[in-house]
């Protein structure tokens, strides 16, 4: 497994370890909540949905946390500002871990700011994400609350190398740093197949190396947009499953410290690929540890021999 010389930063997200070498602490895995699409939407822009099934997802979550030792960190997509708090609020109310919040509408994502320091939870919220696009508005509104945990994001137009993507990445950290954030998560950004695709698991390993910084990455993203599973014969649950988890096993041995999966509808069987491979990694990291003289402790997955 990778070892890296850079001393590895560590911090605590809503009671949820994230950062360190490879192998020390479990992969962290982040599930989707009211994406269009879901079964359980019932309006994006109103913010209606199926709370009983809603609830049952979360409670997989737990359940998958329990078994495996691998923390869960629910995202939180609100289409409105209206939705945005009602889903925020439910989720807050019906689970104990981080929330990771985010929109493609600006004024949702100002919501979401607004909620961390109503509902007095701010130790929890992870804001995603600190971008090139990112509006000094939203910015300053960041910079006045309480929230101190974000994604930065390392996508750039421009950015088709390792050097130019981690360029970006370095930049977008000032930009956190100048408005209190403390605690970063490196998205290195996932592009679609045939347009980058791969770059952001280089990228991953760079970011441990240079920076020694916590990695996130929405590995899922790749699949989604893949005209391969657009085609009639390949457009199902099983062949999107197989692609996402995939893409997720790949990330986790790319050394990534919090890994985006998608949907919660996939949630279980999420959870049993990467508790698998943490018990590939939990030996290939004991072993190089021995071999290398490190004295450090590791996760031990649990085996069910």
């Given at each position: 497994?990778?070892?890296?010389?850079?001393?590895?930063?560590?911090?605590?997200?809503?009671?949820?370890?994230?950062?360190?070498?490879?192998?020390?602490?479990?992969?962290?895995?982040?599930?989707?909540?009211?994406?269009?699409?879901?079964?359980?939407?019932?309006?994006?822009?109103?913010?209606?949905?199926?709370?009983?099934?809603?609830?049952?997802?979360?409670?997989?979550?737990?359940?998958?946390?329990?078994?495996?030792?691998?923390?869960?960190?629910?995202?939180?997509?609100?289409?409105?500002?209206?939705?945005?708090?009602?889903?925020?609020?439910?989720?807050?109310?019906?689970?104990?871990?981080?929330?990771?919040?985010?929109?493609?509408?600006?004024?949702?994502?100002?919501?979401?700011?607004?909620?961390?320091?109503?509902?007095?939870?701010?130790?929890?919220?992870?804001?995603?994400?600190?971008?090139?696009?990112?509006?000094?508005?939203?910015?300053?509104?960041?910079?006045?609350?309480?929230?101190?945990?974000?994604?930065?994001?390392?996508w750039s137009p421009r950015a088709t190398s390792l050097l130019d993507r981690m360029s970006t990445i370095k930049q977008m950290i000032e930009s956190a740093k100048e408005i209190g954030i403390e605690k970063m998560l490196v998205d290195p950004a996932t592009m679609p197949v045939g347009a980058g695709f791969g770059l952001d698991y280089r990228t991953l390993l760079a970011i441990k190396s240079d920076l020694g910084l916590p990695t996130c990455i929405g590995s899922h993203n790749a699949p989604s947009a893949w005209k391969f599973l657009k085609q009639p014969e390949f457009d199902d649950e099983s062949a999107h499953l197989s692609a996402v988890v995939s893409a997720t096993i790949a990330a986790q041995l790319f050394a990534a410290d919090c890994i985006m999966f998608g949907s919660m509808i996939r949630t279980r069987e999420v959870f049993i690929a990467v508790a698998l491979m943490a018990n590939a990694i939990a030996t290939s990291v004991a072993e190089s540890h021995r071999s290398l003289g490190i004295s450090k402790d590791i996760f031990e997955p649990p085996t069910f021999e």
């Amino acid at each position: 497994m990778f070892v890296f010389k850079k001393e590895q930063e560590v911090y605590d997200f809503g009671g949820v370890t994230i950062g360190g070498s490879p192998g020390e602490n479990p992969a962290v895995l982040v599930g989707g909540l009211f994406f269009t699409g879901q079964p359980i939407v019932e309006n994006t822009k109103e913010g209606t949905f199926n709370e009983a099934l809603t609830k049952e997802w979360i409670s997989v979550g737990n359940t998958m946390m329990e078994k495996t030792g691998h923390p869960l960190i629910i995202q939180v997509y609100g289409r409105s500002p209206q939705a945005m708090e009602k889903h925020i609020s439910f989720v807050a109310e019906n689970f104990d871990g981080p929330i990771m919040f985010e929109s493609t509408n600006m004024n949702a994502r100002i919501r979401g700011i607004e909620l961390c320091d109503e509902l007095g939870l701010s130790n929890r919220f992870i804001y995603n994400s600190i971008n090139l696009s990112t509006k000094a508005e939203e910015l300053e509104k960041l910079k006045t609350s309480s929230l101190d945990s974000a994604v930065v994001l390392g996508w750039s137009p421009r950015a088709t190398s390792l050097l130019d993507r981690m360029s970006t990445i370095k930049q977008m950290i000032e930009s956190a740093k100048e408005i209190g954030i403390e605690k970063m998560l490196v998205d290195p950004a996932t592009m679609p197949v045939g347009a980058g695709f791969g770059l952001d698991y280089r990228t991953l390993l760079a970011i441990k190396s240079d920076l020694g910084l916590p990695t996130c990455i929405g590995s899922h993203n790749a699949p989604s947009a893949w005209k391969f599973l657009k085609q009639p014969e390949f457009d199902d649950e099983s062949a999107h499953l197989s692609a996402v988890v995939s893409a997720t096993i790949a990330a986790q041995l790319f050394a990534a410290d919090c890994i985006m999966f998608g949907s919660m509808i996939r949630t279980r069987e999420v959870f049993i690929a990467v508790a698998l491979m943490a018990n590939a990694i939990a030996t290939s990291v004991a072993e190089s540890h021995r071999s290398l003289g490190i004295s450090k402790d590791i996760f031990e997955p649990p085996t069910f021999e």
